[in-house]
């Protein structure tokens, strides 16, 4: 049983691999080309929001006093 439950997991795992690494026809790219593509702005997103929960945190501090 365990060694079906392998061959099925890594069937899976491959075939998904497989999905996201197809290049489409129409653009050319792949889903982790597009991955890729939107990862700078995602990290800047990210530290605009960790500069912003610091502000608040910091005002939250003032407010109660610590």
Do not use: C, H
Not at 43 to 59: C, G, I, L, T
């Amino acid at each position: 049983m365990g060694l079906l439950k392998t061959a099925i997991l890594g069937a899976a795992v491959y075939a998904g691999f497989k999905y996201v690494t197809k290049k489409d026809p129409i653009t050319g790219k792949s889903i982790i080309d597009d991955l890729k593509d939107q990862a700078p702005e995602w990290v800047d997103k990210a530290k605009s929001y960790k500069n912003e929960f610091s502000q608040r945190a910091e005002y939250a501090k003032e407010d109660l006093g610590i």
